[in-house]
RNA sequence: GGGCCUGUAGCUCAGUUGGUUAGAGCAUCCCGCUGAUAACGGGAAGGUGAGUGGUUCGAUUCCACUCAGGCCCA
């Protein structure tokens, strides 16, 4: 075969050539330009206007900070499936969503301003304090625009949602009027762990995974006398020395057995089993005797003297939840000062002591503990119970502490008064609505359930300032209303309208409103609390839709189809808020169908986090390895398990995506040369005779990929549709165009080099259109130079264009077998020429294929000449064995290794090719260009050149091969070397025109 | 203590009505190919499918229990 080019290649059908290399970042930043010039999104939302509607929400982003990759795994998803939808021509919002209000804003702010509590932040001024953090929000949600723009995101930015909007705001004021109607509003006291830091209590949804650290405390053993014993102890253990201040009561479990034990002259009573643990010999047991037999016992506190402590009895009481494993099985009570605590302190009638005030500072009645801080007292308090002989020894311990989640300091418990949402009639309400919802991964359901029957309250109150402005209005005379809009707020003020009038409804602002208490008549004020931020969060499925203002719209697009969010955090955050809310308004579940996705890690597996260092920003990883690789792998990625995310991955991905690349570039290469006349003369793929074995194999695998990819796009289960496409890729390249690649080197514009062009065209186009959601970049470069460079009346965009449909008349399940028997059948036959140590250039005269007795051995006989070429063998001998022995392979081949002198010479010459082909590109020829070839070599070798002399000069382009022992006039390029072991000396000369 | 998830090759992971010989990529070793070329291909090696028991003609798959890791709750 000859490879006769045209000459003139400039003059091209519109075929733009192809750098050999993708270099996605410069491909990227091109294709947003040339979107952004176009208004491609402009014009896909008119196109698609009016017409059937997904309906997707967007679940906020806090705007606190740049994003990571870790934000760009949902980021593509919600891009994929919009993308997705809007090929399939249907209707969307396009509204993207920011989170703004809260303390992890605040801290933030703090952090910039240098402040370390609230009493900074009141002296700064709660007003420039929160437009201190209105702007950090606006600062960052632009960053996160630009950054998910650069991710390939299309989104109707310039419309995103802002929690801290008016709107949001006053449509959870009428969420929680309808909470109060129904009686659902109540002030709780409860024991809340409290940040002494931020001043503010966590709500249970704040003490996160990452909200423990591993921290060592002193373990304190103490001995509480027993009233009415001389000399007679309790054995106690606790790890928060301050809480004793607060002690006022000891509990023992009611089955355990204790131990009444002498030592030196004292006598202790601890849990039989601690006993040897805690205790060193010699020790005197004076009696085994069962926690409930303690119960009733009364003690001296270890600080009774303090003013707080006075009248309180201390007793020994009952409690199932004291365990043996660590401490002596008498745990200490301060129903003040833990949440457990207080809620045995509920059953058995204790005094509540609550020693700290919102910034951990003791209140008055501590005596010499009172305005001390908590985190300096421990010290002393050890000093003072070493005083009174309270204290036996302490011991570091080390246990899992929780910590607050935002600024890292450690949590105390505290006695608080908060505000609450009832839960008890809405918990089954709420999660009959879960129940209508489609969970990906189907376990979140039951995730949810769990959730939804083990929590609390919803503690809605934070002692902040820059958050919702909870609209309780609570009177002196202990009457309280909660106002459900502007309006109504506006009708009832008494005083300081005009003061608020103009601003947003937040601290300090609102708070210049008084009302009316309608109970007593007083002026009542606004509750300093301002909400919690998953208010904010799950209202957006109305507040967004125009609720409250224009029902038509809302029920156009509610509930929506739609959501996809991160699911560590959001059972108990914004899925259960959003449930929640909508449960409430209207009784049902805002949204259809949630796909959730783990977490993302660093390469090694490890948390990624600002403090560690390790985070990869989006713009960093977009521009290193390409916004559409970071997709891709996050595609391909099991949504249920964590990805390790890292730049190894990306260039293992990079790679499958060259081959694509290499495809296309084959493609453009060759067109460019033969000028088919691409779009004007296609042949009918279902009935085309042209059409070969390969190419309707090729055919058939492109309609079963697009068939599996539209089914698993619809079903939102993309990880099989990547494995597809990568394999339908590898298929192309592998087999599709290697088998083919001498079709396209043949000069003549013969029909069957036409189809070739036809079919490998029709590939790449509708693979570009599939990966367009995928990939919108590199789709959009390649549909460029596929399609619109020849063809000016397809869209202008890939994103214009309708998303690929299956033929299914054109899937040949059989056909696809078939080959994919010859291939594996090929590889065995590679595999015997390996063992043989044979080399695939080497001849051979014949390969014999074993094959079982019971098929159709006649399906292999259109493919014996592929298999011939293949395995560079003359004959292809087909036997048909009978094999009982199932665990027997069904095919087997063996190759004939014996070489006659014409099999020789013939190897000789093609390995003379090979040669001659890489001293071509050596000397840096043309494709096209022609050559002299002078060779001087042994007579073995020269016998083979003469016996296979055309063939060599048709491959290598040589008018002339020259036996030549003198210098070679215009000589490029001179080699000495061996050919499968004979020394040759080659030398290259160009015909010069 | 309760709930959920995971456990497959050295590493990262696929694998559905239960069915011949459990796959891919990376890494390793060997070889090849060569005008798609700083690319690519083939082959080898690598597995008690976490463990035990059960259902079944047959279990990586279904069930029970155990172990290990992760997450949530208490």
Known sequence: MSKKFHKNQENSNGFQPVPPKPNFPEIEHRILEFWEKSKHFEKLRAKNKGKKKFSFLDGPITANNPMGVHHAWGRTYKDLFQRFYAMLGYDQRYQNGFDCQGLWVEVEVERELDFKSKRDIEQFGIDKFVEKCKERVLKYSAIQTKQSIRLGQWMDWD???????????????????????????YKGTDVMPWCARCGTALSE??????????????????????????????????????????????????????????????????AKSRLPILFEKPY???????????????????????????????????????????????????????????????????????????NGYFLPKFNWLTGKNVKEVNEAIFKDLERKRILHKVEDYTHRYPVCWRCDSELVFRLVDEWFIKMDELRFQIMESAKQVRWI????????????????????????????????????????????????????????????????????????????????????????????????????????????????????????????????????????????MSTVLEGKTPFRTLLGHALVKDEKGEDMHKSAGNVIWIEEAAEKMGADVMRWIFIGQNPTINLNFGYTVARETTRKLLTLWNVYSFFITYARIDKPQIGTDKPQMSTDKTLSVLDRWIISRLNSMIKLVRERLMDYDPVPTIREIERFIDDMSLWYVRRNRRRFWKSEDDKDKLTGYHTLYECLMKL??????????????????????????????????????????????????????????????????????????????????????????????????????????????????????????????????????????????????????????????????????????????????????????????????????????????????????????LTLSKIRR
Not at 161 to 172: A, K, L, Q, R
Not at 222 to 250: C, D, H, M, Q
Not at 329 to 343: L, M, R, S, T
Request: aromatic content about 12%; proline content about 6%.
């Open 159 to 185: 419309n995103s949602y802002y929690t801290m909007s008016d709107e949001n705001n006053y449509t959870i004021w009428y969420f929680l009027k309808k909470c109060y109607e129904h009686g659902w509003i």
């Open 205 to 270: 949804h704040e003490i996160v995974t990452e909200g423990y650290r591993e921290l060592t405390h002193p373990g304190l053993y103490l001995r509480f006398p027993i009233i009415g014993k001389e000399k007679e102890y309790l054995f106690v253990w606790t790890t928060t020395p301050w809480t004793l201040t607060s002690n006022v009561a000891a509990a023992v479990h009611p089955e355990i057995i204790y131990v009444k034990v002498k030592k030196d002259d004292a006598i202790y009573y601890l």
């Open 284 to 358: 005197e047991v004076l009696a085994e005797i069962p926690g409930k037999e303690l119960v009733g016992l009364t003690y001296q506190g270890p600080f009774d003297e303090l003013e707080a402590q006075a009248g309180v009895i201390h007793r020994v009481v009952a409690w199932d939840e004291v365990s043996e494993t660590d401490g002596s099985g008498i745990v200490h009570i301060a129903p003040g000062c833990g949440k457990e605590d207080f809620e045995l302190g509920k059953i058995e009638n204790l005094a509540v002591i609550a020693p700290l005030d919102e």
């Open 441 to 580: 991964p189907e376990f979140g359901l039951e995730r949810e359930l769990d959730w939804l029957t083990n929590m609390q309250d919803w503690c809605i109150s934070k002692k902040r300032y820059w958050g919702l402005a909870l609209p309780i209005y609570q009177c002196n005379c202990g009457h309280f209303e909660v106002i459900g809009g502007k309006e109504e707020l506006k009708s009832k003020a008494v005083e300081g309208w005009d003061k608020f009038e103009g601003h947003t409804p937040h601290r300090p602002w609102i708070d210049e409103v008084k009302i009316k208490c309608p109970k007593c008549g007083a002026k009542t004020q606004r509750i300093p609390e301002v909400g919690n931020p998953w208010l904010d969060a799950g209202i957006v499925p109305f507040s967004t839709t125009r609720y409250l203002t224009d029902n038509k719209y809302w029920q156009a697009w509610f509930p929506f189809d739609f959501i996809t969010e991160c699911f560590p955090g959001q059972f108990r955050n914004w899925f259960y808020a959003i449930l929640a």
């Open 768 to 985: 570009v259109k599939l990966i367009a959601p995928y990939m919108p970049f590199l789709a959009e470069e390649l549909y460029q130079n596929l399609v619109v460079s020849v063809d000016k009346k397809q869209p202008e965009s890939v994103h214009l264009c309708d998303y690929p449909d299956s033929d299914t008349t054109l899937i040949d399940n059989k056909l696809e077998a078939e080959v994919a028997l010859v291939r594996e059948l090929v590889s065995l036959g590679h595999a015997a020429r390996e063992k043989a140590k044979i080399k695939v250039r080497q001849p051979l005269s014949k390969a014999t294929v074993f094959a079982p007795k019971t098929n159709d051995n006649k399906l292999l006989e259109p493919y014996i000449n592929v298999i011939k070429d293949e395995l560079n063998v003359k004959e292809i001998e087909l036997l048909e064995v009978d094999r009982e022995a199932p665990q027997v392979a069904k095919y087997s081949i063996e190759i004939d290794t014996r070489l006659t002198p014409e099999l020789e010479n013939e190897g000789f010459s093609r390995e003379l090719v090979h040669k001659v082909q890489n001293l071509r590109k050596e000397a840096g020829f043309e494709v096209t260009d022609r050559i002299r070839l002078y060779y001087k070599t042994s007579s073995r070798l020269e016998t083979a050149i003469q016996a296979f002399k055309s063939y060599i000069q048709n491959e290598i382009l040589a008018t002339e091969l020259l036996e030549a022992d003198r210098e070679v006039p215009q000589a490029d390029l001179t080699k000495d070397l061996r050919i499968n072991g004979e020394p040759a000396k």
